[in-house]
């Protein structure tokens, strides 16, 4: 039986040197220093939700227009899956950058970034 291995992101790895404290909290975003998880992908989520915010105005359109209402409901879904993509990728980058150093400090940061990662979870499984 061969053992278990359990693999940690890279950018994960990275905070071994990053202090936990402040990390990704709403109070600490106006902090000099203070990066959130999903930073390095900023561009990518802006094209993204550029992309899906005119989604929105073809869906607009679409019912000013008058379009079939199963054609503006196939759109509605593409948005849909299209912003629960962004949402899933934003947990993510959370777990891996801000509950990871969380966990790394222990107590109870660790696990409030748990129970905060838990909650969001449920709120995407609820929509």
């Known amino acids: 039986m061969t053992e278990a291995t359990t693999v940690v992101p890279d950018d994960a790895r990275a ?10 909290h709403s109070a600490d975003a106006g902090e000099p220093g203070h990066q959130h998880g999903y930073i390095t992908a900023k561009d990518n989520y802006l094209r993204r939700l550029r992309r899906i915010e005119g989604q929105a105005r073809g869906l607009q359109r679409m019912v000013e227009e ?20 962004v949402a899933l990728e934003l947990l993510e980058d959370h777990m891996a ?31």
Do not use: F, N, W
Request: one cysteine or more; charged letters at 25%; glycine letters at 4%.
């Open 66 to 85: 008058e379009k079939y209402c199963i054609d503006i409901l196939t759109q509605v879904s593409a948005m849909t899956k299209a912003l629960q993509a």
């Open 15 to 24: 905070l071994d040197a990053a202090p936990a404290e402040g990390c990704c």
């Open 97 to 127: 950058h801000c509950v990871v150093a969380a966990a790394r400090e222990g107590g109870a940061a660790a696990e409030e970034k748990i129970q905060e990662a838990s909650e969001a979870i449920a709120r995407l499984v609820r929509s």
